[in-house]
Protein backbone atom coordinates (compact mmCIF):
# COMPACT_ATOMS: atom_id res chain seq x y z
CA UNK A 1 0.00 0.00 0.00
CA UNK A 2 1.63 3.34 -0.55
CA UNK A 3 1.51 6.41 1.74
CA UNK A 4 -1.28 7.86 -0.09
CA UNK A 5 -3.47 5.17 0.23
CA UNK A 6 -2.58 4.71 3.51
CA UNK A 7 -3.46 8.11 4.08
CA UNK A 8 -6.99 8.32 2.32
CA UNK A 9 -7.96 5.29 4.17
CA UNK A 10 -7.11 6.59 7.46
CA UNK A 11 -4.02 4.41 8.22
CA UNK A 12 -0.84 5.72 9.75
CA UNK A 13 1.08 7.46 6.83
CA UNK A 14 4.49 9.34 6.36
CA UNK A 15 3.67 12.53 4.93
CA UNK A 16 7.41 13.03 4.09
CA UNK A 17 6.59 10.90 1.04
CA UNK A 18 8.02 12.04 -1.93
CA UNK A 19 4.41 11.76 -4.21
CA UNK A 20 2.60 13.87 -1.02
CA UNK A 21 4.81 16.09 -0.72
CA UNK A 22 4.98 16.88 -4.45
CA UNK A 23 0.85 17.17 -4.54
CA UNK A 24 1.16 19.07 -1.73
CA UNK A 25 3.41 21.81 -2.80
CA UNK A 26 1.50 21.75 -5.89
CA UNK A 27 -1.64 22.74 -3.93
CA UNK A 28 0.50 25.69 -1.83
CA UNK A 29 1.08 26.88 -5.39
CA UNK A 30 -2.24 27.01 -6.13
CA UNK A 31 -2.73 28.30 -2.20
CA UNK A 32 -0.06 31.21 -3.03
CA UNK A 33 -1.50 31.84 -6.29
CA UNK A 34 -5.10 32.28 -5.36
CA UNK A 35 -4.30 34.26 -2.34
CA UNK A 36 -2.44 36.78 -4.32
CA UNK A 37 -5.05 37.31 -7.40
CA UNK A 38 -6.90 40.11 -6.87
CA UNK A 39 -10.81 39.68 -5.40
CA UNK A 40 -11.93 41.58 -8.84
CA UNK A 41 -10.57 39.04 -10.87
CA UNK A 42 -13.21 36.53 -10.19
CA UNK A 43 -13.20 34.39 -13.04
CA UNK A 44 -9.14 33.88 -12.74
CA UNK A 45 -10.19 32.85 -8.81
CA UNK A 46 -12.37 30.22 -9.64
CA UNK A 47 -10.45 28.92 -12.42
CA UNK A 48 -7.66 28.42 -9.40
CA UNK A 49 -9.80 26.80 -7.20
CA UNK A 50 -11.65 24.45 -10.08
CA UNK A 51 -7.54 23.25 -10.74
CA UNK A 52 -7.08 22.90 -6.82
CA UNK A 53 -9.96 21.28 -6.31
CA UNK A 54 -10.44 18.99 -9.10
CA UNK A 55 -14.03 20.11 -9.94
CA UNK A 56 -16.06 21.83 -12.46
CA UNK A 57 -18.15 23.11 -9.48
CA UNK A 58 -18.19 26.94 -8.56
CA UNK A 59 -17.92 27.99 -5.05
CA UNK A 60 -16.91 31.55 -3.08
CA UNK A 61 -14.00 31.55 -0.82
CA UNK A 62 -12.20 34.51 0.57
CA UNK A 63 -8.27 35.07 0.71
CA UNK A 64 -6.30 33.60 2.22
CA UNK A 65 -7.25 30.22 2.03
CA UNK A 66 -4.99 27.47 2.60
CA UNK A 67 -5.08 23.91 2.08
CA UNK A 68 -3.15 20.46 2.20
CA UNK A 69 -4.00 18.94 -1.37
CA UNK A 70 -7.20 20.58 -2.44
CA UNK A 71 -8.70 17.56 -4.13
CA UNK A 72 -9.78 15.89 -0.60
CA UNK A 73 -11.69 18.57 -0.24
CA UNK A 74 -15.73 18.31 -1.65
CA UNK A 75 -18.30 21.34 -1.88
CA UNK A 76 -22.26 21.34 -2.68
CA UNK A 77 -23.99 24.42 -5.00
CA UNK A 78 -23.30 27.94 -3.08
CA UNK A 79 -20.46 26.80 -0.64
CA UNK A 80 -18.64 30.08 1.02
CA UNK A 81 -15.59 30.26 3.00
CA UNK A 82 -15.19 34.00 4.32
CA UNK A 83 -11.09 35.20 5.19
CA UNK A 84 -8.73 33.28 7.09
CA UNK A 85 -10.30 29.71 6.03
CA UNK A 86 -7.84 26.46 6.59
CA UNK A 87 -8.91 23.32 5.42
CA UNK A 88 -6.14 19.95 6.29
CA UNK A 89 -7.50 17.68 3.73
CA UNK A 90 -5.51 14.23 4.26
CA UNK A 91 -8.33 12.82 4.14
CA UNK A 92 -11.98 13.26 2.75
CA UNK A 93 -13.80 16.75 3.77
CA UNK A 94 -17.55 16.76 2.26
CA UNK A 95 -19.45 19.71 2.50
CA UNK A 96 -22.83 20.12 1.57
CA UNK A 97 -24.64 22.50 -0.77
CA UNK A 98 -25.49 25.93 0.95
CA UNK A 99 -22.65 25.95 3.62
CA UNK A 100 -21.20 29.14 5.17
CA UNK A 101 -17.77 29.13 6.96
CA UNK A 102 -17.34 32.21 8.91
CA UNK A 103 -14.20 33.87 9.23
CA UNK A 104 -10.97 31.52 9.90
CA UNK A 105 -12.91 28.12 10.52
CA UNK A 106 -10.69 26.11 10.62
CA UNK A 107 -11.43 22.05 9.26
CA UNK A 108 -8.85 19.70 10.20
CA UNK A 109 -8.63 15.88 8.95
CA UNK A 110 -5.24 15.24 9.84
CA UNK A 111 -4.11 14.58 13.47
CA UNK A 112 -1.25 12.83 15.11
CA UNK A 113 -0.22 9.36 17.10
CA UNK A 114 -0.74 10.10 20.43
CA UNK A 115 2.32 7.75 21.25
CA UNK A 116 5.55 10.00 21.41
CA UNK A 117 7.48 7.32 20.12
CA UNK A 118 5.28 7.09 16.66
CA UNK A 119 4.37 10.77 16.32
CA UNK A 120 7.96 11.45 16.72
CA UNK A 121 9.00 8.96 14.09
CA UNK A 122 7.07 11.01 11.72
CA UNK A 123 3.65 9.09 11.05
CA UNK A 124 0.60 10.67 10.96
CA UNK A 125 -2.94 9.80 10.08
CA UNK A 126 -6.38 11.81 8.89
CA UNK A 127 -9.89 10.73 9.47
CA UNK A 128 -12.86 11.95 6.87
CA UNK A 129 -15.26 14.86 8.21
CA UNK A 130 -18.48 15.88 6.42
CA UNK A 131 -20.91 18.77 6.51
CA UNK A 132 -24.27 18.67 6.28
CA UNK A 133 -26.25 20.50 3.65
CA UNK A 134 -27.19 24.06 4.63
CA UNK A 135 -24.78 24.36 7.81
CA UNK A 136 -23.54 27.49 9.34
CA UNK A 137 -20.61 27.52 10.80
CA UNK A 138 -19.25 30.59 13.08
CA UNK A 139 -15.87 32.07 13.01
CA UNK A 140 -13.31 30.79 14.23
CA UNK A 141 -14.61 27.71 14.95
CA UNK A 142 -12.27 24.35 14.53
CA UNK A 143 -13.08 21.04 13.05
CA UNK A 144 -11.49 18.05 14.08
CA UNK A 145 -11.12 14.50 12.34
CA UNK A 146 -14.24 12.24 12.23
CA UNK A 147 -16.60 14.88 13.13
CA UNK A 148 -20.00 15.11 11.31
CA UNK A 149 -22.46 17.99 10.98
CA UNK A 150 -25.97 17.18 10.34
CA UNK A 151 -28.39 18.99 8.08
CA UNK A 152 -29.58 22.74 8.77
CA UNK A 153 -27.55 22.77 11.89
CA UNK A 154 -25.96 25.81 13.04
CA UNK A 155 -22.04 26.15 15.13
CA UNK A 156 -21.62 28.79 16.96
CA UNK A 157 -18.25 31.37 17.03
CA UNK A 158 -15.34 30.04 18.27
CA UNK A 159 -16.35 26.47 19.01
CA UNK A 160 -14.35 23.73 18.47
CA UNK A 161 -16.02 20.40 17.20
CA UNK A 162 -14.87 17.14 18.87
CA UNK A 163 -17.74 14.92 18.06
CA UNK A 164 -20.61 14.57 15.97
CA UNK A 165 -23.55 17.33 15.82
CA UNK A 166 -26.55 15.84 14.58
CA UNK A 167 -29.41 17.42 12.09
CA UNK A 168 -31.86 20.97 12.61
CA UNK A 169 -29.56 22.22 16.02
CA UNK A 170 -28.11 25.19 17.74
CA UNK A 171 -24.27 23.68 18.78
CA UNK A 172 -21.73 26.56 20.93
CA UNK A 173 -18.74 26.01 22.77
CA UNK A 174 -15.37 23.98 23.72
CA UNK A 175 -16.19 21.22 23.44
CA UNK A 176 -18.88 22.00 20.92
CA UNK A 177 -22.03 20.65 22.25
CA UNK A 178 -25.96 21.05 21.37
CA UNK A 179 -28.13 23.92 23.38
CA UNK A 180 -30.97 24.10 20.98
CA UNK A 181 -33.17 22.42 18.66
CA UNK A 182 -33.89 24.47 15.07
Given at each position: ?139 DTIILP?VVIGNN ?30
Amino acid sequence: MTEKEKMLSGKLYFSADKELARERNYARKLCYEFNRTSPLKYGRRIKILQKLFRTDNRCHIESPFYCDYGYNIKFGENFYANYGCVILDVNLVKIGNNVLLGPYVQIYAASHPLDCKKRNSGLEHGLPIKIGDNVWIGGDTIILPGVVIGNNSVIGAGSVVTKDIPSNVLAVGNPCRVIKEL
